[in-house]
């Protein structure tokens, strides 16, 4: 059994060290997602005078695993300006507003003015300056 164990250590180690890094790293950037109880919830979040800031993901992705850091430092710096929701493509709210307003691949970005008018709409990785610059206007027109 030890022989066993050292060949295919020695023949496949380099395999199965990749194969554990890379479930390391979905462990570590998998993303939680905001969960709200039905898609009502979360549409009177948008109407609540806030600007929002919607992420559309799927932990499937590896634009939006990567993306993850990113998309932390942008909640981060945002935080006295806006919230940033996570929405998952794959299941509850995420599905159903996907679907309504026709996302056709993750991530998908959009700003909300706080008075349910999208003000930026954006696939792929996140642009984090445009992303400020449309919460700034949002709340520069005093939504």
């Known amino acids: 059994m030890k022989a066993r164990l050292h060949r295919l250590l020695k023949e496949d180690g380099l395999t199965l060290t990749i194969v554990l890094a890379l479930a390391i790293a979905y462990i570590v950037l998998r993303t939680p997602g905001d969960t709200f ?10 109407v609540a005078g806030r600007p929002i800031v919607i992420d559309f993901y ?7 695993l990567v993306s993850k850091p990113k998309v932390d430092r942008l909640e ?30 993750v991530p998908t970005f959009f700003v909300f003015d706080g008075s349910v008018a999208a003000v930026y709409r954006r696939p792929g990785a996140p642009d ?16």
């Open 58 to 64: 799927s932990n499937t992705c590896s634009i939006c």
């Open 128 to 143: 984090s300056e445009a992303i400020k610059a449309a919460v700034a206007a949002a709340m520069a027109t005093g939504n």
């Open 76 to 105: 981060s710096e945002l935080a006295a300006q806006a919230t940033v929701l996570r929405l998952n493509v794959r299941s509850g709210a995420g599905r159903t507003l996907a679907s309504r307003w026709q996302v056709t691949g």
């Open 37 to 46: 109880a039905s898609v009502e919830e979360l549409e009177s979040q948008l």
